[in-house]
């Protein structure tokens, strides 16, 4: 178990780091920030000279992968952090320092027990791309196949489980000061984090979760998840088919080679909802360096470390929601919040109709290129406070991936309508899923499933279900013990001064996190 001493090392160093790259700034403008928060940021940056534009880029990769992770994902998000620190976040997807190959070496062969030449022909030392988790690099076979080999940067699991465990220490104290801080559920949102981040270093899993999408979205027409290399792959390294194609974001040669920038632009849309709605499994890491454009106008997509799922229900109510807003029935879309229990019941469903009307109908009809899906997620953030909604962390990874396709649609086709694109394939998924045909199958399921179990076990689990909510059960929460019961617990105020100041800093790095983009 850490010391809270460590802790306390930790969060200053990562505090006056930030306060060094003007990355506190934001708090003190930020009317939600808690008074003694807003304070104690101003004590953090006492001294520092701060550059004119917070350089947030510099700040995490400083601070370590885990906060470079954090990064990588609010270079996605300029709804939230704005043009230009996403732009400057940007710097961390793509231009990380490599590991040296010797060392790549090493870790494939140690981790596969046998020399690197029995398992490749031919690896290029020179690294095709280098992140804050994993490098790849381009290989062949022992039997003439070209490859990507993707290998985890030595000691990266442990410096994740370090920094993360401070993550959870100063999120529980935030969360202890209540008000929106509680209401935002710092520990929860760093639960959902650390999920995600513990099955990116676990390269099988992300094998798996490409061969399971890869599976699913075999159907759809040019689309394409590379194929996985099994006996070349393992915890530690992956071993998947080479991708040959252009960047999606290089639109000048995707113009070039003769692509329909806009047909690209409505598949990409298009794919997205399919693996969202129809399949609950999507690709939610699908920034511009992990799509290419094949020959032949297939996208393929790579990087599979970062998956999002949604259950039945959930995928229902976000098709529902989704074509609501494109019709403009926004009573209808209430009235789902209220189902699922995303808005307490003690307000009005009139009333929060109202409020996400003054949302919809500014965007409705116009292009992206005037309003956009990130605006409209920004304008339903705003409301969630004043009816009470809490954080829904199941919900992060598609209102992040949400605008990540949105904002490539866009540089592919600037007068692309969201709407126009994603109504006709919602209102069809509804049909199917939601008409009277699928009502009588969806009866016939369950009603056989319900004979085979005890109507006792099943009326209980049914009973359960209301009070979930649409939201799955939430991530069970590691306890620790708050620094003000420890002391009480002691007796001891020896080192009061200390964890206030550790505490502040933490509460202020966590606040930090979360106005920027922990809290979706």
Excluded: C
Excluded at 150 to 161: N, Q, S, T
Aim: aromatic share 6%; proline share 7%; charged share 25%.
């Amino acid at each position: 178990m850490t010391r809270p001493a460590t802790h306390i090392l930790r969060l200053l160093s990562w505090g006056r780091t930030l306060a060094r790259h003007g990355g506190l700034r934001i708090i003190e403008t930020d009317p939600n920030t808690p008074p003694q928060v807003r304070r104690l940021s101003r004590i953090a940056r006492f001294g520092t000279i701060q550059p004119r534009i917070p350089d947030y880029a510099g700040a995490f990769q400083d601070i370590g992968p885990a906060a470079i992770k954090l990064g990588q994902t609010l270079a996605t998000r300029p709804d939230i952090v704005g043009e230009e620190a996403a732009n400057n976040l940007l710097t961390l997807q793509d231009s990380l320092p490599p590991v040296p190959f010797p060392a790549i070496r090493a870790e494939i062969e140690s981790t596969f027990g046998r020399p690197l030449d029995e398992l490749y022909a031919s690896v290029d030392p020179v690294p095709v791309g280098a992140a804050s988790i994993a490098q790849v690099h381009r290989a062949v076979t022992s039997d003439g196949r070209a490859v990507a080999i993707k290998v985890l940067r030595p000691g990266i699991r442990e410096k994740f489980a370090r920094d993360i465990d401070t993550y959870e220490w100063a999120a529980a104290h935030l969360e202890a000061l209540g008000g929106e801080a509680s209401r935002l559920r710092p520990r929860l949102v760093i639960a959902n984090f650390k999920r995600w981040t513990v099955r990116e270093l676990d390269l099988r899993r992300e094998a798996a979760s490409a061969s399971e999408l890869g599976e699913a979205m075999r159907a759809f027409p040019r689309y394409r998840v590379p194929a996985i290399d099994w006996d070349r792959t393992n915890g530690r390294v992956m071993t998947l088919d080479w991708v040959e194609g252009i960047k999606i974001s290089e639109t000048a040669a995707l113009d070039a080679a003769g692509h329909d920038r806009p047909e690209l632009a409505r598949r990409l849309v298009l794919s997205f909802l399919t693996q969202a709605i129809s399949h609950g499994l999507f690709h939610a890491d699908m920034h511009q360096g992990n799509l290419f454009v094949e020959p032949d106008g297939t996208i393929a997509a790579i990087d599979f470390g970062i998956m999002g799922r949604i259950d039945r229900r959930a995928r229902v109510w976000l098709a529902e929601i989704l074509y609501g807003l494109t019709t403009g029935n926004y009573r209808r879309v209430a009235e789902i919040h209220f189902e699922a229990q995303y808005v307490p019941p003690h307000h009005s469903v009139d009333e929060f109709a109202t409020a996400l009307r003054a949302v919809g109908e500014p965007m409705r009809g116009k292009p992206v290129s005037e309003l956009s899906v990130g605006q409209m997620l920004d304008g339903l953030f705003a409301i969630t406070r004043d009816f009470d909604m809490q954080t829904q962390p199941h919900l992060l990874l598609l209102q992040k991936t949400m605008v990540m396709v949105e904002g490539i649609a866009t540089s592919l086709d600037p007068a692309i309508n969201m709407w126009d694109v994603s109504a006709p394939f919602v209102r069809d998924w509804i049909r199917d899923e939601l008409g009277p045909e699928a009502a009588i199958a969806e009866r016939i399921r369950s009603g056989v499933e319900t004979l085979q179990r005890l109507p006792g076990l099943v009326r209980r689990i049914e009973d359960r279900f209301p009070e979930r909510g649409g939201a799955p059960d939430p991530l069970p929460l590691p306890r620790i013990e708050l620094m003000w019961d420890r002391r009480r617990r002691r007796g001891s105020g020896g080192a009061i001064v200390s964890h206030i100041l550790a505490l502040a800093i933490g509460a202020m790095l966590a606040w930090t996190a979360l106005r920027l983009g922990w809290s979706g």
